[in-house]
């Protein structure tokens, strides 16, 4: 008998459930799945994860924001500091370049310092030192106390509202700062303030960094009356009870006995401080934080048990459902309770029908993360493209790294082309198909980005752009995306159109040396080249370099596997990938991580590549890969993620993986299996479906599957549709420790096209 880690409805010691596989039916009570989060798993390394109090999808991500700047403080927070200059109501989780920290609120004690400071000179500064020993983290609720000040500080959040508790020592000189020129990795460009009772203050914070023109109003209402309110130009004190200025400041000053506890409520809003404090009103009416609190937890574990899994082990179960919460922190709301919303044509629009969203990382997650919100978000879905169309309506084009209301153009590609395209080959309904298909066609017939070159030539020069084989590439996966769009709407004339330009990767694709490469013209390739060398937004690939970008055309597997002659030299240039090793230089992107010879698992390109091995008839060799990926790339410790986790791509892969599964191509709705690492999961579905997946056999030795069995019939495909998946059943998969011939016959493997 295998010892197992039963949720229970209560939290419980985590090794006190043992029980045979299989031994019960899956129950359909919540259960306690917040306990195996763990918000420190990807704290460290290149991690950038946002640690703090949030909802699944929520506006507000409250939480500590370091003194410490640079790469990997993206999030505002790295476990290897312990400084706190503000409790910030927006953070990045994941990403690559810095951003947000809007709306900072810092109590203290004792003399009045207007400038959070520096390690060198602490005491002219108002940050604070604390202990992680003195952290306490749960999905939706986080504490810590300030060692400075002697001040416990709770926070927990609604959608909307940040809610704050802090319990101060005796003092009468205690304060709020509320510092409105801090954020992270931005500038603030124009700050307001202002008094409006007793008891409330309002403003804005507009900032300039990665979003150009991003802008947050607050309210926020205290529990204690204010008894002084003072404001500051940066550090210059102002006359009056309000001001407007760059880098405005206000401190909030009253005296508290010890152990006092005062209570803040910080609505945010993308287009009024009225709205804001409607979001107040409407989410968090009261004072009782612990519910509130609890609130928070309970929402959390709602989309936690939307996948109910039992493992081998504790470090098992953190790993899954600490992904499956870094997948849920983003794309964030970004309107109102009243559905206003501040659109990228920069006007204010008022009652939205959906709920308008932001932070769209698309370049990351269309490979995995929004393959994995159709089957655990699929109420969300609609909004996401929904929101897609609003920006296209509104900038002319769909969104390719949307933040805050801005185009930050980040990335190269059209990623919101295959997500939109999922969606409605998925059958999805809750928005215009109509548009949808113009929005898509329209934006890969634009002539900016490089898609100017597409059209008149089928591919990109490299002396044109960097990045041109990188862009050429994605550019090819979105036509194909649109073409099946086009076949599927009868518009054969744009299905022909679009599958020509689809078949443009081949022209980065150099036979002589087997790679893909920049061209300069129809018959000249860049020189010199060199397969393994990385130039960091200097060469045609973006984050990578070209043995790892040679793969990158997961909508035609087929055409790939035909471009390198066959089954036997792709597979054994697929097996070159992971053992071949060289120096990349030292202008490679440090985002090039998680190596298996050339395999970069820290980086999404690479993140289909190990699938496809079983398009070729060798799934053997896709078990052992994504194995050895979920064993030694994930894990439960500060280093746990073995790159930027990428507003839950990185989680999305693992959460996939582990149940056996992985979309490949982007649009077709075809999950392909691999090596699953759980025993039991149970997918709870809309309308009461559940899809049970049942694993026999499973253990670190058995990573090869044997046979199959779906609804009780045998089953041979080496994949699963989308279809089969959402429609509810019962799949069996028995392990074994051996490679065997299970889904090897051509008419079994993975394939691109469905009709």
């Not at 508790?165 to 954020?183: K, R």
């Not at 204690?224 to 500051?232: G, L, N």
């Not at 809003?269 to 934080?289: H, K, Q, R, Y």
């Not at 395209?421 to 898509?440: C, H, N, P, S, T």
């Amino acid at each position: 008998m295998k010892k197992k880690f039963y949720f229970a409805l209560t939290l419980t010691l985590f090794a006190s459930q043992a029980f045979s596989q299989h031994s019960s039916k899956p129950s359909k009570k919540l259960k306690n799945l917040t306990q195996y989060v763990d918000q420190y798993i990807g704290t460290g390394f290149h991690g950038h994860v946002f640690v703090g109090a949030n909802v699944p999808f929520g506006a507000v991500q409250l939480g500590p924001t370091n003194l410490s700047t640079g790469w990997d403080w993206c999030s505002g927070y790295h476990i290897s500091d312990s400084t706190i200059v503000g409790f910030q109501h927006t953070h990045l989780s994941g990403t690559g370049i810095g951003g947000l920290g809007d709306i900072s609120f810092m109590p203290t004690t004792g003399p009045i310092k207007m400038m959070k400071g520096t390690l060198a000179d602490p005491k002219n500064g108002y940050f604070s030192l604390f202990s992680h020993k003195d952290e306490v983290i749960r999905p939706g609720f986080y504490s810590v106390k300030l060692r400075r000040y002697g001040i416990g500080v709770k926070l927990t959040a609604s959608k909307r509202v940040g809610f704050h508790e802090y319990t101060y020592p005796a003092s009468a000189q205690s304060h709020i700062v509320i510092d409105l020129a801090e954020g992270v990795a931005d500038e603030s460009t124009e700050t307001f303030i202002k008094l409006v009772n007793k008891n409330t203050i309002e403003g804005y914070r507009f900032s300039s960094g990665w979003a150009d023109s991003a802008r947050v109003y607050f309210a926020a209402v205290l529990s204690k009356p204010i008894e002084k309110f003072a404001v500051y130009d940066t550090t210059v004190l102002q006359h009056g009870i309000l001001l407007k200025g760059k880098k405005v400041k206000g401190v909030i000053t009253f005296s508290t006995k010890q152990g006092e506890k005062v209570l803040v409520k910080v609505g945010i809003s993308p287009v009024s401080s009225a709205n804001a404090l409607l979001n107040i009103n409407t989410e968090i009416p009261g004072w009782d934080f612990n519910k509130i609190a609890s609130d928070a937890t309970s929402g959390w574990n709602t989309e936690l048990n939307k996948i109910q899994i039992k493992a081998d082990s504790l470090s098992q179960l953190k790993k899954f459902y600490t992904a499956a919460y870094h997948t849920m922190i983003a794309p964030s709301v970004f309107n109102d309770v009243n559905g206003d919303y501040w659109g990228t044509d920069k006007k204010v629009h008022k009652g939205a029908s959906f709920t308008n969203l932001t932070t769209f990382s698309l370049w990351d997650t269309y490979r995995a993360a929004n393959p994995l919100y159709t089957i655990m978000q699929p109420d969300r879905v609609n909004d996401i493209i929904n929101t897609m169309l609003a920006i296209y309506k509104q900038q002319g084009r769909l969104p390719v790294w949307h933040l805050m209301a801005n185009e930050t153009n980040t990335m190269v590609g059209n990623s919101a082309v295959p997500v939109v395209v999922d969606a409605y080959l998925k059958g999805f309904k809750g928005f215009d198909a109509k548009l949808a298909y113009e929005a898509v066609k329209t934006t890969q017939m634009r002539d900016m980005r490089g898609l100017n070159f597409v059209k008149k030539l089928g591919y990109i020069p490299a002396d044109s752009t960097v990045e041109s084989v990188a862009m050429g590439l994605e550019y090819a996966i979105d036509d194909w995306c649109i073409a099946q769009m086009a076949l599927k709407m009868g518009k054969q004339a744009d299905y022909q159109y679009f599958s020509k330009r689809a078949k443009y990767y081949q022209n980065y694709f150099d036979k002589q040396t087997g790679f893909m490469r920049g061209k300069i013209s129809a018959t000249q390739w860049r020189t010199p080249f060199d397969p393994i060398k990385a130039r960091h937004q200097q060469d045609d690939f973006t984050e990578g370099n070209s043995w790892q970008y040679t793969w990158l055309v997961p909508e035609d597997v087929e055409g790939l596997i035909a471009l390198q002659g066959g089954d036997g030299p792709f597979v054994k240039k697929l097996d070159s990938l992971f053992v071949v090793t060289g120096d990349m230089g030292s202008e490679a992107s440090p985002d090039i991580s998680g190596l298996i010879g050339q395999y970069a698992h820290g980086n999404e390109p690479s993140h289909h590549i190990a699938y496809l091995y079983t398009y070729a008839g060798q799934p053997w060799k896709t078990a052992e890969k994504v194995r050895y990926v979920m064993e030694n790339f994930y894990t439960t410790n500060f280093d746990g993620i073995i790159g930027n986790e990428d507003v839950g791509q990185m989680s999305a892969w693992y959460v996939l993986s582990a149940l056996g599964l992985y979309q490949v191509n982007p649009a077709n709705g075809m999950y392909v299996f691999g090596s699953p690492v759980v025993n039991d999961a149970v997918i709870n579905l809309p309308k009461g479906k559940k899809f049970h997946i049942v694993v026999k056999n499973n253990n670190a030795a058995n990573k090869y599957i044997d046979s199959i069995a779906l609804n009780g019939k045998k089953y041979t495909h080496n994949f699963l549709s989308y279809k089969d998946l959402t429609s509810g059943g019962e799949l069996i998969i028995t392990m074994t420790n051996k490679p065997g011939d299970f889904g090897t016959a051509q008419a079994d493997r993975p394939h691109s096209l469905n009709q």
